[in-house]
């Protein structure tokens, strides 16, 4: 498998905090990998709290409502199925693969850790990993075989992840 590279743009204050930092990263890196995307990619991450979360799903989806994760793709993937040839995709300028944007809400991190029983670190994990699933065309509007193709690829790919269990 191709490494490559990915930028990734970061806002929000409270990614100044270097381990989370670090499992973003890893786990939007490991993602890609599993996914077998070998195109030089671009993801931003907007890292915020349940005001600012409500404010992005207002903007972007017109739902007024907070939520832990939002993913805004930038191409209409088909998941599990990448593209062969990526040079449509690729930006003229950078030569990266504008993948999209996603938004995470460190309160429901915390939160949904307590109710879960495990780590913020494992929570902001998987919700980074659903978050890139989503940008490569993974989806869970039913709950039926889509949800269950999305949940199956998460899973596997936390448990490739060091530290994801807990």
């Known amino acids: 498998m191709k490494n ?17 930092n670090r499992i973003i990263r890893r786990c939007i890196e490991d993602t890609l990998r599993c996914e077998n995307i070998g195109v030089p990619c671009e993801i931003n991450v907007l890292i915020t709290d349940d005001n600012g979360i409500r404010a992005v799903n207002k903007a972007g989806r017109n739902i007024d409502k907070v939520t832990d994760v939002l993913s805004f793709p930038m191409f209409d993937l088909i998941p599990g199925n990448p593209p062969e040839d990526w040079s449509d995709y690729l930006d003229a300028e950078t030569g990266l693969c504008p993948l999209g944007d996603m938004c995470i809400n460190i309160n429901r991190v915390t939160a949904q850790a307590r109710e879960f029983g495990h780590t913020q670190r494992r929570e902001v994990g998987y919700l980074t990993i659903h978050s890139v699933l989503h940008l490569l065309g993974y989806d869970h509007v039913d709950e039926g075989p889509m949800k269950l193709q999305m949940r199956t690829r998460e899973e596997a790919i936390a448990a490739q992840i060091p530290n994801m269990s807990r």
């Open 4 to 20: 490559h590279k990915v930028r990734i743009t970061c806002e929000g204050s409270i990614w100044k905090k270097p381990l989370i």
